[in-house]
């Protein structure tokens, strides 16, 4: 008897290798899977300005990429002695606007010359919901705590989200025609919403995709949301807040998604890459010194291998905190 509804993902005519840069921007599931790519070393940028949840902030990140337009001074906004970017995650804060400038202008510069070269991007849509400063209309990507006395909240429409992305699906293949599309909707639920609040803006963002798949650019989907909610659909797969998918539920999504963009030789080198990361976060308890020093050993011999086959992957810092490890 089975106890899941399972389904078939269409395998990717076109596949990630490690010669293939990679971007992901949208939502905390973009950083998930996102990180998937770093611990495997491979190119890959994730979120170049934070974390961004809604379509509307998704564009402005890429629209902002595509110009390479500079932030200035009258872009920033003071609060509680702080200096912070209403289109950048609150880590970009600071008490000197001139180290914001830099920090964000730095951020886009690299994202900029990054996504020129980069064969696939990545969009995940978390909500259909945006805060809009009331002083000047701007929808903002990140409302840095301050009191909701400051924002409008809308929902956008599934119009307002087709318009918006068909234009800059269209710029986005005027300046990089190969480049691959890919949109994905979040399955992290946004509770802030309450549970019918979260299933309509869920299936705003659904009419949407739907819509936008049938630009001539031929974007593509991939069903992250549906595998969370109609393959694992049990709370076993969740994080302690219910909300997030758990590692476990990450570590199944990630299987089917290299299943679909990766060939074997690529996953190979994925599982190999990552083992070597992971060693690196592993701490050997109770153990002998001669049982380090195997350890240690043991990685740098397979570093050194994974070099010869793969040069072009930098294993310089593994390599030397393993070297540092038989001191």
Not at 45 to 69: D, F, I, K, Q
Not at 183 to 197: C, E, L, M, N, Q
Not at 257 to 285: C, N, P
Request: charge should be negative.
């Amino acid at each position: 008897m089975n106890f899941r509804t399972t389904f078939n993902i269409p395998v990717s005519p076109d596949k990630i290798s490690y010669s293939d840069p990679v971007m992901f921007i949208g939502s905390c599931f973009s950083t998930a899977i996102g990180d998937k790519f770093s611990s495997g070393h491979m190119p890959v940028m994730v979120n170049p300005s934070g974390t961004v949840y809604n379509p509307a902030s998704v564009a402005r990140t890429v629209e902002r990429l595509l110009s390479r337009r500079h932030y200035e001074l009258n872009d920033l906004t003071k609060y509680n002695g702080k200096w912070i970017s209403f289109d950048h995650y609150t880590a970009f804060s600071s008490e000197n606007a001139d180290e914001v400038l830099r920090s964000v202008n730095d951020s886009l510069e690299s994202a900029g010359e990054f996504i020129s070269e980069a064969h696939f991007l990545f969009v995940t849509f978390g909500t259909a919901r945006i805060f809009r400063l009331k002083e000047t209309g701007q929808i903002v990507t990140n409302c840095h705590k301050l009191p909701s006395r400051y924002f409008t909240r809308e929902l956008m429409t599934v119009e307002d989200i087709v318009t918006l992305w068909n234009t800059v699906l269209d710029s986005l293949n005027t300046a990089y025609p190969s480049l691959k599309i890919v949109f994905t909707i979040s399955p992290v639920r946004h509770w802030k919403d309450g549970a019918h609040g979260n299933q309509v803006s869920k299936s705003v963002l659904f009419l949407a995709l739907e819509d936008l798949l049938d630009n001539s650019v031929k974007p593509s989907y991939f069903p992250s949301y549906e595998l969370m909610m109609d393959d694992l659909r049990d709370y076993r797969y969740y994080d302690d807040d219910m909300l997030h998918p758990s590692s476990r539920a990450i570590d199944y999504i990630w299987e089917k998604f290299s299943s679909v963009y990766f060939d074997g030789s690529t996953k190979e080198i994925w599982a190999e890459m990552d083992g070597i990361s992971k060693a690196v976060l592993h701490r050997i308890k109770n153990g002998t010194a001669e049982e380090q020093k195997k350890f240690a050993e043991t990685l740098i011999s397979k570093i050194d291998s994974a070099f010869k086959r793969m040069p072009s992957v930098n294993l310089s810092a593994e390599r030397k905190y393993f070297l540092e490890l038989l001191r």
